[in-house]
């Protein structure tokens, strides 16, 4: 696996969007990291040392995939950078359908005095 660069792994992934948008999809995973083995692992816990955790972030387009690893320094910068980049090219999405509220309430005030008017029957 290839890591790139903060500034080249977003590059790519804007022409990942762009090349899928019209047809297609680009999936972005972001997953926690030490990028040391199990064994690594092991040795550095043992020692006392702390590990130093980083954050995974892959994409695809099922043609291509390409990954980097961000640190806790660079990671409001590459927050903003992504943000951005994800705004841009989510221009095929729907707008959620919203009810009207003066509708609804109205819908309900009837149910209520519908009930409250309806005559208890009697149980022989």
């Known amino acids: 696996m290839v890591l790139l660069q903060l500034d ?3 590059n790519e992934l804007t022409s990942m969007f ?3 948008k019209e047809k297609g999809s680009v999936w972005v995973t972001l997953k926690r990291s030490s990028l040391k083995s199990k064994l690594q ?3 550095l816990s043992s020692a006392g040392e702390s ?3 980083r954050c995974l972030i ?3 387009d099922a043609k291509k995939t390409i990954s ?3 640190g806790a320094k660079d990671h409001q910068r590459f927050q903003a950078s992504y943000a951005t980049i994800l705004k841009a090219h989510m221009t095929a999405l729907k707008k959620r359908e919203r009810k009207d509220r003066k ?3 109205e819908a309900e005030k009837k149910e209520v005095t519908s009930i409250t008017t309806s005559k208890p029957t009697k149980k022989l």
């Open 8 to 10: 080249p792994f977003l």
């Open 68 to 70: 980097t690893s961000v």
């Open 58 to 60: 892959r994409a695809t």
């Open 51 to 53: 590990i130093e955790y």
């Open 18 to 20: 762009e090349k899928s």
């Open 103 to 105: 509708k609804s309430t």
């Open 41 to 43: 692992k092991r040795k």
